[in-house]
């Protein structure tokens, strides 16, 4: 077994705030949904488009720290590539006219609220700020659990 790296500096005020921006289009898309019927056809879609959008970006952060570990990790890889084919596989269905999106929110919101156990697996074998696994939790659990209420809504 490996001793994990040592965390990196704290992420910064910058970092911390644009991130925590990020759940505001889903914050503004519930309060859509609630104050405005017809929107109720409109802020679903953005949702999950905008959900999809995220967990890919999760993929991509993955991608990146798989990168500058320089080590030979092809799980790794195969882990951060997940996100983005999933995402475009949830909006697939929809785009053609199946099925309304509010199953595919609630999916792709379970799987963005788990995706930080995948990050306590990765610190433990790339260098990552001392913060990231408080900010990921706080972000994707959120952003998750909107995305979750959302699809019930939008099912209703």
Known sequence: MTTPPEPLRPLGR??????????????????????????????????????????????????????????????????????????????????????????YLVAIGVLLAASPLVDRWLVRVVAMPGDWMTLRTRLSVGLGAMTVLLGVLAAA
């Open 14 to 103: 910058t970092a911390l705030w644009l991130g925590y921006a990020g759940l505001l289009p889903q914050m503004l898309g519930l309060l859509l949904f609630a104050i405005d019927g017809e929107m109720r056809w409109v802020v679903p879609a953005a949702g999950l488009f905008y959900a999809a959008l995220i967990f890919s970006f999760v993929g991509g952060a993955w991608w990146g720290a798989a990168v500058a570990s320089g080590r030979e990790a092809p799980w790794l890889f195969v882990v951060a590539v997940l996100p983005s084919l999933i995402g475009w596989a949830a909006l697939l269905p929809w785009l053609w006219g199946w099925d309304w999106p509010a199953g």
